[in-house]
């Protein structure tokens, strides 16, 4: 299968070096075309804890290479999804779909919007990965990762993306229901993203850390309690022991909202516990905690953009 993966940072990389890998044609699209050029000369190295390898994967800046692909596999950052949603719509081969693999709620609206229901897949993964340099990826704990139609039964086609990342050491299911997929991965990001970025820590810390591990606890009550308001059927019965499971098994990875404060980027936390306040607030949900860690991380985000 030819795929285009939108988006070179950890996760993107981590998709395209091991797709590539297991057989299909990957190239990478990017909106900065001096990192294309940078990606597209040395190639995407991987890091592992046997070792590393690199991946030589075409890169360009230039959308007109989606018109070449059978799937797009989005992994940019949710505010940057508008947009990207426009150029699939505008560049994408009529038959050709998307894939979802974002942070947050609201990419696979997005994605509708510009595509249509029939070409869209939204997913979740749990693997931890962390971007190292340019091109230059860690993987940092093998996690779960789940795909499904924006609409309708698991089909054909949909089949295939899993058979592929199967082949390329996902651990990965597909079903129907993806706003359950989509929730289940905003309650995991609920519980790890903002605090580890607050705290400084790895992923892991929070289980270390008594009053931290309260304050995930909180956080992704609050998220049950608004995503069950929507009819949210989510993966596991316990999620707090999901979310904790995720953050010991990707113990030594750096959230990728850490990653963003720590290289003094816009973070995501509008798309994570921000979507849960606004969510909440439809509903009539209070959400304090998530009020607090997304103003936090607001201020944090505003200070050093501002320096």
Known sequence: MKIAVVGPGAMGLLLAARL???????????????????????????????????????????PTLLGEVELAI??????????VARILGLHLAPEARALTLQNGAGNVEAMVAALGAGRVLGGITSEGATLLAIGRVRHAGQGQTHIGPAQGPVDGFTRRVLGLLQA????????EGVQNLIWTKLV??????????????????????????EIVA???????????ARGVDFLHEDMLAAVEEVARRTGANVSSMLQDVR???????????????????????????????AKLVQALEADYLAG
């Open 168 to 175: 390329a050491g996902f651990e990965a299911s597909a079903s």
């Open 74 to 83: 989005v992994c940019t950052k949710a505010y940057h999804t508008p947009e």
């Open 218 to 228: 909180q956080a992704v009550g609050e998220a049950l309690t608004v995503g069950r």
């Open 20 to 62: 590539q890998r297991a057989g299909a044609e990957v190239r990478l699209l990017d909106y900065r075309p001096e990192r294309a050029a940078h990606i597209q000369g040395q190639g995407v190295i991987l890091e592992h804890e046997s070792g590393s390898h690199t991946q030589a994967i075409p890169a360009k800046a230039e």
């Open 188 to 213: 995991v990001n609920v519980g790890i993203n903002a605090l580890t970025a607050l705290l400084g820590v790895r992923n892991g810390r929070l289980l270390e850390l008594p009053p931290a591990r």
């Open 263 to 293: 290289a003094k980027r816009h973070t995501e936390v509008a798309y994570i516990n921000g979507a849960v306040v606004r969510s909440g607030a439809e509903l009539g949900i209070p959400t304090p905690v998530n009020a607090t860690l």
